[in-house]
């Protein structure tokens, strides 16, 4: 089984609870199902233009977060899988996911086909215009458009409150004497053995040389104080994700670094003309600051006892839209930005006059991959009825799911 054996370098008793969480809905089995998707779509055809993707495009990997001056974006926000490949790959994988969450919102299938169209439509169209700008242009570019209402406006709400503060105070316990330490909440936030603490410390002075001379200023002014063990997300439940809690001047100015492994991603099979990328968390992060209009200022890579770590902060105002939010017009107001967003990363790493002339002016193109997401949707499905079923007899072991939503 694919998934099983995407399982294979990740730790072994953290598997259930991944297991746990794709089991919720059809939505989130697609989110820990990338790689079963990489291989359906490495069978469909592709016009061979190739861009920067995403690789794990869908609804909750578009989200707000704080850029380095501070403001609050609306951008692509999750790239373990990115690569180089086909932009297709992307647009179709996005454009599933809002039939799937569509769905879990309570939305029908012609609301979800409407929203589809629309995403396709914003992608055709904001291609059409980075294909007349200037590279520099599109490179300054950042999607505004469609954000002061809807899902994204809320999303961003959320993004305004969840300072490192609120993260602080959420992860952390007072200590009797001194700065606060993480909470012991395993098996979600644990403390590590002293010796993986020491390592994983030991390795930001080499994720301090991947920083910018003004980054390393900022980094050097903070102390790190507490290491732990966190489970994160879907799709990344059972990679090695520690992280360090930093303060600067006081308890007042704390930094939360997540030190994340990062795995091959799961369309480099499918991929034979890219050479094997030397660093894993390198990688994500050199496609994170190719597609982004802004970027974490701490994002950087390092190695942690001889595997490849992305470090980034745990919380920059980060947050995301929740499916409940995506019920009728909401979901077409969202599906336009991401169109617009996902058409803006790929005209930052590919040729967008060539994709834009192959998207051309009509809705074709908007109907094709609505009935492609459709029967995809409908084919998810189907296997996440499988997956339960493997689950209900015993070939997939589940946590319980207290210990897996914590």
Same mark, same amino acid.
């Given at each position: 089984? /694919?998934?099983? @054996?995407?399982?294979?370098?990740?730790?072994?008793?953290?598997?259930?609870?991944?297991?746990?969480?794709? #089991?919720?809905?059809?939505?989130?089995?697609?989110?820990?199902?990338?790689?079963?998707?990489?291989?359906?779509?490495?069978?469909?055809?592709?016009?061979?233009?190739?861009?920067?993707?995403?690789?794990?495009? &869908?609804?909750?990997?578009?989200?707000?977060?704080?850029?380095?001056?501070?403001?609050?974006?609306?951008?692509?926000?999750?790239?373990?899988?990115?690569?180089?490949?086909?932009?297709?790959?992307?647009?179709?994988?996005?454009?599933?996911?809002?039939?799937?969450?569509?769905?879990?919102?309570?939305?029908?299938?012609?609301?979800?086909?409407?929203?589809?169209?629309?995403?396709?439509?914003?992608?055709?169209?904001?291609?059409?215009?980075?294909?007349?700008?200037?590279?520099?242009?599109?490179?300054?570019?950042?999607?505004?458009?469609?954000?002061?209402?809807?899902?994204?406006?809320?999303?961003?709400?959320?993004?305004?409150?969840?300072?490192?503060?609120?993260?602080?105070?959420?992860?952390?316990?007072?200590?009797?004497?001194?700065?606060?330490?993480?909470?012991?909440?395993?098996?979600?936030?644990?403390?590590?053995?002293?010796?993986?603490?020491? #390592?994983?410390?030991?390795?930001?002075?080499?994720?301090? @040389?991947?920083?910018?001379?003004?980054?390393? /200023?900022?980094?050097?002014?903070?102390?790190?104080?507490?290491?732990?063990?966190?489970?994160?997300?879907?799709?990344?439940?059972?990679?090695?994700?520690?992280?360090?809690?930093?303060?600067?001047?006081?308890?007042?100015?704390?930094?939360?670094?997540?030190?994340?492994?990062?795995?091959?991603?799961?369309?480099?099979?499918?991929?034979?003309?890219?050479?094997?990328?030397?660093?894993?968390?390198?990688?994500?992060?050199?496609?994170?600051?190719?597609?982004?209009?802004?970027?974490?200022?701490?994002?950087?890579?390092?190695?942690?006892?001889?595997?490849?770590? /992305?470090?980034?902060?745990?919380?920059?105002?980060?947050?995301?839209?929740?499916?409940?939010?995506?019920?009728?017009?909401?979901?077409?107001?969202?599906?336009?930005?991401?169109?617009?967003?996902?058409?803006?990363? &790929?005209?930052?790493?590919?040729?967008?006059?060539?994709? #834009?002339?192959?998207?051309?002016?009509?809705?074709?193109?908007?109907?094709?991959?609505?009935?492609?997401?459709?029967?995809?949707?409908?084919?998810?499905?189907?296997?996440?009825?499988?997956?339960?079923?493997?689950?209900?007899?015993?070939?997939?072991?589940?946590?319980?799911?207290?210990?897996?939503?914590?």
């Amino acid at each position: 089984m /694919l998934l099983q @054996e995407s399982n294979a370098e990740r730790l072994p008793a953290l598997v259930p609870i991944k297991i746990t969480r794709m #089991a919720q809905s059809p939505f989130a089995f697609f989110r820990g199902a990338a790689p079963l998707m990489a291989l359906d779509l490495s069978k469909t055809p592709a016009t061979g233009l190739r861009v920067q993707i995403c690789g794990d495009a &869908h609804v909750q990997n578009v989200g707000a977060f704080a850029a380095p001056d501070g403001h609050l974006t609306f951008d692509l926000n999750d790239f373990d899988e990115t690569i180089p490949g086909p932009w297709e790959w992307d647009v179709k994988r996005m454009a599933a996911s809002l039939v799937l969450a569509g769905r879990e919102a309570g939305d029908t299938d012609r609301e979800n086909a409407d929203a589809i169209r629309a995403f396709v439509g914003a992608y055709r169209e904001a291609m059409n215009g980075f294909a007349e700008m200037t590279f520099l242009d599109t490179v300054r570019y950042e999607v505004r458009r469609y954000l002061g209402a809807g899902p994204a406006h809320v999303a961003l709400s959320r993004a305004e409150r969840a300072s490192p503060q609120h993260a602080l105070a959420k992860l952390t316990v007072r200590a009797r004497a001194g700065l606060p330490r993480f909470h012991d909440r395993p098996p979600i936030l644990a403390h590590v053995p002293d010796r993986v603490a020491a #390592a994983v410390i030991a390795s930001l002075a080499s994720y301090r @040389e991947t920083l910018g001379p003004d980054r390393q /200023l900022a980094l050097d002014v903070y102390r790190p104080v507490d290491v732990a063990f966190k489970v994160v997300g879907t799709g990344s439940v059972g990679t090695r994700d520690y992280v360090v809690l930093l303060f600067g001047g006081g308890p007042a100015d704390p930094l939360i670094l997540q030190v994340k492994e990062e795995l091959t991603s799961c369309y480099h099979p499918y991929l034979p003309e890219t050479p094997p990328f030397p660093h894993q968390g390198r990688r994500v992060a050199e496609g994170q600051h190719r597609m982004q209009s802004a970027t974490d200022p701490f994002l950087g890579w390092t190695r942690v006892e001889g595997r490849d770590y /992305l470090v980034r902060q745990l919380a920059d105002h980060k947050a995301k839209v929740e499916v409940s939010e995506l019920a009728g017009s909401a979901l077409v107001r969202f599906a336009r930005v991401s169109g617009e967003i996902l058409a803006k990363a &790929h005209a930052r790493t590919g040729d967008a006059a060539a994709i #834009a002339g192959y998207c051309g002016g009509s809705d074709r193109l908007d109907r094709a991959i609505a009935r492609f997401a459709l029967a995809y949707a409908d084919q998810a499905e189907k296997d996440y009825a499988l997956f339960r079923k493997a689950i209900r007899s015993g070939v997939l072991k589940a946590a319980p799911k207290r210990d897996a939503i914590g």
